[in-house]
C-alpha cells in the first residue's frame, strides 16, 4: 500500500493516531517519534490522502478562544466585582457570554454591541438570582445607549432562549431605599426627617405592594412607583411636618432623582388611597384629601384587602361582566356581588357604583380605542375595476412638472 507510512526515526511500521493536546497525532507506536508535527491534519485518514485541512478547520483552532472573546470574558469578570456580585453569579455570567458569543448573531457585531453583550450576560443572571441591578445602571456603567442595551438584550434573550423574571420590587425596595440619605446617620437631614431605615423599607414595601394589587406597576419603570411609594410612607410614619413637604423637596432630602414619571404614580397611589379611605366611615367623616391620606395609612394597609374588595369592583366581576354576554345563564350582578365580597352585617352597595379595578390606561385612554372596521372595508375584493380617472389623479400635471423643475432650479443656484 502506497499510503503505508514509516516511522522515519526507527523504521517501523506501527503507527498509530493518538490524541495529543486534543489534536490528534500520527505517533510511532514503537519509539514515540510524531509524524505530523507541524502537519495541520485532523485524522488519520486526512494524511493518508493528504489533504490540505485549514488552521481554523483543525480541532485546536476552535479550542483557542480569540483575544476578543477572552477580553469579553474579562470584562464580564470585572463589571461582577465592581458591582459586588457574589462569585457564583461571575461563572454563570461568563457561561452565558461564551453561549452568546459562539452565535453567527454575535459574533460579527459591532465592539460596541460586544461590550453591551457583556452587560446583558450580568444582567440576565441578576435577574435570575433576583438581585434587584436596574438596566440604567448597567447602562451607566457601561455608557451604554439605553435603546441598544435594550435592543441588544432582547436579541440575547431570543438567541439564547432565555426566561426571565421580572424584577423583583422587594428586593429593588430595598436596594434602592439604601441609597437615601434618611437614616439616622446621615447629618444633614433635619431630624424631624430622620426616618429608622427597617419600618421605611417595610412600611415601603407595603405600599409598592399595593399598587401591585391595585394595577400600578405593570408595564411600568419600577423605580418611580419605589420613590412614590417611599414618599408616601415617609410621610405616613410621622404625618407632623412631614405632610407639607413635597414629593420633590423628598426627593432632595434623600439624595435621590425624581424620575419624571414618579408624581404621576403619586397622583395614582392617592387616588387609589382615597378611594380606599371612603370605604372606612371613620375616615369618611374626617374628610381625607390627598394631602392628608398619608396620615391614615397604616389603617388603611392593616385592611387593605377588604377595602380593596369593597372598593372596587374586582377582577372577578370584571371578567364575569365580560363573559356574561355569551353565558349561557348570566347571573344577577347582585347575586355575584354578595358572594364575592361577603361582609357579614354590612349594607352592600350596588356593583355599578363600584369603579371597576383596571389599569390607569384603561381608566383614562390617551388614545381612542381602535376603531372597528367597518363591514363595507371588509366586503372589498381587491378585484374592483381601477379607474383612470383614479390613477391620474397621482400624476403630476404640465404645469405643476413646470414649477417643481424650477423650485428644484432655485434650490441648486
Ligand atoms: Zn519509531
Redesign the pocket.
Known amino acids: 500500500m502506497s499510503g503505508q507510512r514509516k ?1 522515519p ?4 511500521s506501527e503507527i498509530v493516531e493518538d490524541s495529543h493536546y486534543a489534536q490528534n497525532q500520527l505517533v ?1 507506536a ?4 510524531i509524524l505530523t508535527e507541524g502537519l495541520l491534519t485532523t485524522t488519520y485518514t486526512d494524511e493518508e490522502h493528504l489533504q490540505a485541512v485549514t488552521y481554523s478547520r483543525s480541532t485546536g483552532q476552535n479550542e483557542q478562544l480569540s483575544r476578543c472573546v477572552l477580553r469579553g470574558i474579562g470584562r464580564v469578570r470585572d463589571l461582577c466585582k465592581v458591582l459586588h456580585l457574589p462569585s457564583l453569579f461571575e461563572d454563570t455570567a461568563v457561561a452565558y457570554y461564551q453561549q452568546a458569543i459562539k452565535r453567527p448573531f454575535f459574533r460579527l457585531v459591532s465592539l460596541e454591541k460586544k461590550e453591551i453583550l457583556v452587560g446583558c450576560c450580568v444582567f440576565v443572571t441578576c435577574r435570575q438570582h433576583n438581585w434587584p441591578l436596574t438596566m440604567g445602571s448597567i447602562c451607566l456603567l457601561l455608557y451604554a445607549e439605553k435603546e441598544l442595551f435594550a435592543k441588544t438584550y432582547l436579541s440575547f434573550l431570543k438567541e439564547l432562549e432565555l426566561d426571565v423574571p421580572a424584577l423583583s420590587l422587594i428586593d429593588l425596595v430595598k436596594t434602592h431605599l439604601g441609597s437615601f440619605k434618611l437614616f439616622p446617620n446621615s447629618s444633614s437631614v433635619p431630624s424631624k426627617f430622620v426616618e429608622d431605615k427597617e419600618k421605611l423599607v417595610a412600611r415601603t414595601i407595603q405600599v409598592v405592594e399595593l399598587a401591585s394589587e391595585t394595577w400600578l406597576v405593570t408595564g411600568r419603570h419600577p423605580i418611580p412607583i419605589v420613590t412614590a411609594a417611599a414618599y408616601l410612607a415617609w410621610q405616613s410614619l410621622c404625618p407632623a411636618g412631614r405632610l407639607t413637604c413635597t414629593l420633590s423637596q423628598f426627593c432632595k432630602l434623600a439624595g435621590t432623582d425624581l424620575p419624571p414619571p414618579a408624581p404621576q404614580r403619586l397622583k395614582e397611589l392617592h387616588n387609589i388611597l382615597l378611594r380606599m379611605a371612603s370605604e372606612l366611615s371613620w375616615l369618611r367623616v374626617l374628610k381625607v384629601n390627598k394631602k392628608s391620606v398619608a396620615k391614615h395609612m397604616a389603617d388603611i394597609l392593616q385592611h387593605r384587602r377588604l377595602l380593596l374588595q369593597t372598593a372596587f369592583r374586582t377582577g372577578d366581576f370584571v371578567g364575569d361582566d365580560s363573559v356574561g354576554d355569551s353565558a349561557a345563564a348570566p347571573l344577577q350582578p347582585g347575586d355575584r356581588d354578595t358572594e364575592g365580597t361577603s361582609l357579614p352585617g354590612e349594607k352592600r352597595k350596588c356593583s355599578s357604583e363600584r369603579p371597576p379595578l383596571l389599569p390607569p390606561c384603561l381608566l383614562n385612554p390617551r388614545k381612542k380605542l381602535r376603531a372597528t372596521v367597518s363591514c363595507s372595508e371588509l366586503s372589498v375584493t381587491g378585484d374592483e375595476p381601477i379607474l383612470d380617472s383614479e390613477i391620474e389623479q397621482y400624476l403630476r400635471t404640465p404645469e405643476e412638472k413646470e414649477t417643481f423643475s424650477k423650485a428644484q432650479a432655485c434650490l441648486r443656484c
Request: net charge negative; proline share 0%; hydrophobic share 10%.
Open positions: 516511522c526515526d526507527c523504521g517501523s510511532c514503537d519509539c514515540g517519534f
